[in-house]
């Protein structure tokens, strides 16, 4: 089992920034794949960012040259830093840790307002 803790979120106004932070614990693999995904009011929960342990990244278009994810993979937590969020942002982020399955956070509020 993997245990997934996030933290970070909460309200901006547009323009702002905010970082979202996620550590994983329990039974890990040395190869894995973190990231995060979010679920704004009444759409499907989409891919945001991932990054696996060797530090190649992927980003949704939408938050290409805004958003940045990071990792320190001797704490096993790895970051989203926002930058020039918008109110489209707003969502419940998840964080998603990969190896062999996939584990899920519990969620964490942004909301970005006007």
């Known amino acids: 089992q993997v ?3 996030e933290s970070g979120g909460g309200s901006v106004q547009a323009g702002g920034s905010l970082r ?3 550590a994983a614990s329990g ?3 040395s190869g894995n794949t973190m990231g995060w995904y979010r679920q704004g009011p009444g759409k499907q929960r989409e891919l945001v960012a991932t990054i696996t342990s060797g530090g190649y990244t ?3 278009e939408s938050v290409k040259g805004r958003f940045t994810i990071s990792r320190d993979n001797a ?3 790895v970051y989203l830093q926002m930058n020039s969020l918008t109110p489209e942002d707003t969502a419940v982020y998840y964080c998603n ?3 062999r399955v996939g ?3 519990q969620g964490i509020q942004v909301t970005v307002s006007s």
């Open 3 to 5: 245990q997934l803790v």
């Open 20 to 22: 979202l932070s996620c």
């Open 27 to 29: 039974s890990l693999f």
């Open 58 to 60: 992927n980003y949704a």
């Open 75 to 77: 704490k096993n937590t």
């Open 97 to 99: 840790y990969w190896a």
């Open 103 to 105: 584990y899920w956070g």
